[in-house]
């Protein structure tokens, strides 16, 4: 994903706000949001092959990233989401570090304990899955 490109932002208020302080300040503000751990994601759009760039709370796990689809217990899965099903190279900055990385679906195997990490850093994930018929896809991010 060249960075010379123009990345276009979440369309929501808020999360656009986020990410506009964390691009600014290259991290410094924006990392933690109301006291959780955030990360910005760049996909190419799946339709249109544009990138877009959104900020999700994240937990780890040894070196690999972990992120949740929640998209608030939507009956649909995020924009974000089947962009990177479609194209799993995607761009991350945690922090101030900018880095490569490959996404993918926990395999159903690894989901559980992955699950339970991530509704412990942030418990509304389970009100979401209860809101929701679907199982809320949890992302592995590995650095490539």
Same mark, same amino acid.
């Given at each position: 994903m060249p960075t010379q490109e123009v990345i276009t932002d979440s369309?929501?208020?808020?999360?656009?706000?986020h990410i506009k302080r964390y691009v600014?300040?290259?991290?410094?503000?924006?990392?933690?949001y109301y006291g959780l751990n955030t990360l910005l994601i760049t996909t190419?759009?799946?339709?249109?092959?544009?990138l877009r760039r959104t900020a999700l709370i994240y937990g780890q796990d040894?070196?690999?990233?972990?992120?949740?689809?929640?998209?608030?217990?939507?009956p649909h899965h995020p924009n974000w989401y089947l962009n990177l099903k479609a194209n799993p190279e995607v761009q991350v900055q945690v922090g101030a570090d900018h880095f490569?990385?490959?996404?993918?679906?926990?395999? @159903?195997?690894? %989901?559980?304990a992955l699950w339970t990490m991530m509704? $412990? +850093?942030? @418990?509304?994930? %389970?009100?979401?899955?209860?809101?929701t018929e679907? $199982? +809320?896809p949890v992302v592995i991010l590995e650095r490539v």
């Open positions: 369309p929501t208020g808020w999360v656009a706000s600014d300040s290259d991290g410094a503000d924006g990392h933690q190419r759009g799946r339709k249109t092959g544009i040894g070196d690999r990233y972990i992120v949740v689809a929640s998209n608030g217990g939507s490569t990385a490959r996404a993918r679906t926990a395999t @159903p195997e690894e %989901r559980p509704s $412990e +850093i942030f @418990p509304t994930y %389970r009100d979401y899955q209860n809101k679907r $199982e +809320i």
